[in-house]
Nanobody
Framework: QVQLVESGGGLVQAGASLRLSCSAS????????MGWFRQAPGKEREFVAA????????YSADFMKGRCTASRDNAKNTVYLQMNSLKTEDTAVYYC?????????????????WGQGTQVTVSS
């Protein structure tokens, strides 16, 4: 049974940084495209970033370009999303997702497994 568990969210002030973690069981993160999405109240879930272990490239949404990095700890089977210079509009529930397809996708339906989400709140 696959399980993705996010952590690391919280309440921070604008300009601060957060590192989100996604710990996986039932799959090996290096075998999947691991993506991050977010959903704010009343809005659709949107792509934040995804890392292609194959190409070594980070793909991020325009609103997050230059403000995030991704990393992985194979021993812990965990991936991380470091977000910097957070803005109030970054407030949302952030979800980790795993996709079997080899290519990075920015669409929700391309991902097969989802975590329960972690709340990120950025105050002014």
């Amino acid at each position: 049974q696959v399980q993705l568990v996010e952590s690391g969210g919280g309440l921070v002030q604008a300009g601060a940084s957060l590192r989100l973690s996604c710990s996986a069981s039932g799959l090996t993160v290096s075998d999947y495209v691991m993506g991050w999405f977010r959903q704010a109240p009343g809005k659709e879930r949107e792509f934040v970033a995804a890392f292609s272990w194959r190409s070594g490239s980070l793909y991020s949404a325009d609103f997050m370009k230059g403000r995030c990095t991704a990393s992985r700890d194979n021993a812990k089977n965990t991936v991380y999303l470091q977000m910097n210079s957070l803005k109030t509009e970054d407030t949302a529930v952030y979800y980790c997702a795993a996709g079997r397809a080899g290519a990075v996708s920015r669409t929700v339906r391309a991902y097969d497994y989802w975590g329960q989400g972690t709340q990120v709140t950025v105050s002014s």
